[in-house]
């Protein structure tokens, strides 16, 4: 029985995860990840676009950055937004380098597409090691658009340094997105069982004892001579 336990266990420590990881729907249409972290986001809510905004809120939000085609010269660029505090959150920012073009010229901006992705990883980083100094402040509006804007602070000023503008995800996109979360967590836990039930055999089978302690008392630490035992039976 327990050699059985153990082939299953194997078996599933040899899955590999990436076969779950290519079922990611973010990676559709050619795009690849580049950037996944979770960045410190102030969000607000504007009733309208000409309306003040509501005060905002600090929430870590998981950032992914995405590129279509040559990492080098990318067709497009896709930044999604979403959360661990909840799962139909998600926002979606694609552009490419005509789309790129209209918003270098609105924004005076002095980068290339090719050197977005570098600009947004560099900002987005800034603001995890620096949230004083470095802001990401995510306006939402009721239609669905929203738009990011990078702000440093100048101690006597903010800078708005660069914006981004984002669409809400469609019903059918966060399905996806949510089962793919899903059945990602429910492998990884199953390899984790898998890997307990492993160590929990080869316990029993050198310090029968040692595991009736551990089931009791999770949080137990060993005593010398129980380490000891243990290690002279794997010696044995």
Do not use: W
């Not at 327990?2 to 079922?23: K, P, R, V, Y």
């Not at 990840?33 to 309208?48: A, G, T």
């Not at 836990?189 to 316990?203: D, F, G, K, S, Y």
């Amino acid at each position: 029985m327990a050699g059985d336990s153990t082939m299953a266990a194997a078996d599933l420590q040899t899955f590999d995860m990436s076969a779950i990881e290519e079922m990611d729907p973010s990676c559709a249409e050619g795009f690849n990840v580049i950037y996944d972290r979770e960045v410190p986001f102030e969000l607000r809510v504007q009733q309208n676009q000409d309306g003040p905004s509501q005060v905002g809120t600090l929430e870590a939000i998981k950032v992914k950055i995405l590129l279509q085609g040559d990492d080098a010269r990318p067709s497009a660029v896709r930044i999604e937004l979403s959360s661990e505090a909840d799962l139909f959150y998600h926002y979606a920012h694609l552009i490419d380098e005509a789309g790129f073009q209209v918003v270098q010229e609105q924004q005076k901006l002095m980068v290339e597409f090719a050197d977005y992705p570098n600009v947004l990883i560099r900002m987005l980083n800034n603001c995890i090691r620096e949230p004083h100094n470095h802001l990401a402040v995510f306006v939402m509006q009721q239609d669905g658009t929203a738009r990011l804007d990078f702000i440093q602070n100048m101690e006597y000023k903010f800078v708005e340094l660069m914006s981004c503008h984002f669409a809400r995800s469609s019903e059918e996109s966060v399905q996806h997105h949510i089962t793919y979360r899903y059945n990602a967590m429910k492998t990884r836990l199953a390899l984790m069982q898998a890997r307990l039930t492993e160590v929990q055999n080869v316990i029993k089978l050198k310090n029968p004892s040692l595991l009736l302690q551990l089931q009791r008392n999770p949080s137990a630490t060993l005593a010398p001579s129980q380490t000891n035992n243990l290690n002279s039976s794997r010696r044995g």
